[in-house]
């Protein structure tokens, strides 16, 4: 039996490079007891390797938990700019969603990793009470999506939910 398995705390993406995988162990451990040390973990990951989509999402992840909304946002974006680099398609959502039948979301990880991060950015949107931008992300993640392969029907669920609460509240 191999013990580092067990002493993983996130298992990130299969064959990501060894000191890549420490450095972000190092930040998930570092993330409830020193903030500061996790997220110098999680910049020097990604200072390794620009194109590793891991330790994109490591920083997003830790800034949202954060409550560090405009750092997760800004690390959102950086993110999709690099998986649409690494999968050759437009960044901006609005546009690939306008020629959704060109591209093939489900075809590799990098489209993936965008349609989840895409989904991050959408709740993210709605943390900010940016609902209006929120719903065009949702709404550009249905054409890319037809499938919800990345869930984005849950953060759907809950713009609807916020939208009626909202109506409610002035209707009252």
């Known amino acids: 039996m ?47 390797d620009r194109s590793c989509l891991s330790t994109y999402f490591a920083l997003y992840k830790f800034y949202f938990y954060q409550g560090r909304l405009k750092d997760a946002e800004r690390e959102v974006i950086c993110a999709l700019e690099e998986a649409s680099r690494q999968g050759n398609f437009p960044y901006e ?12 979301m489900y075809a ?10 895409l989904k991050a950015l959408a709740f993210i949107k709605l943390r900010l009470g940016q609902d209006l931008e929120a719903n065009r992300i949702l709404a550009a993640i249905a054409e890319l999506d037809p499938e919800d392969r990345c869930g984005a029907s849950v953060i759907m669920s809950l713009a609807d939910a916020l939208t009626e609460d909202a109506l409610a509240e002035q209707a009252a």
């Open 2 to 48: 191999n013990p580092t398995v067990f002493d993983e705390r996130v298992l990130f993406s299969p064959g990501l490079p060894k000191e890549i995988n420490r450095l972000l162990q190092a930040g998930v451990a570092a993330s409830r007891a020193d903030t500061a040390q996790a997220e110098k973990c999680f910049k020097e990951a990604q200072q390794l």
């Open 93 to 104: 959502y609005r546009r690939l969603a306008k020629q959704a039948f060109r591209w093939d």
């Open 108 to 117: 590799g990880e990098a489209a993936l990793f965008y349609l989840y991060t």
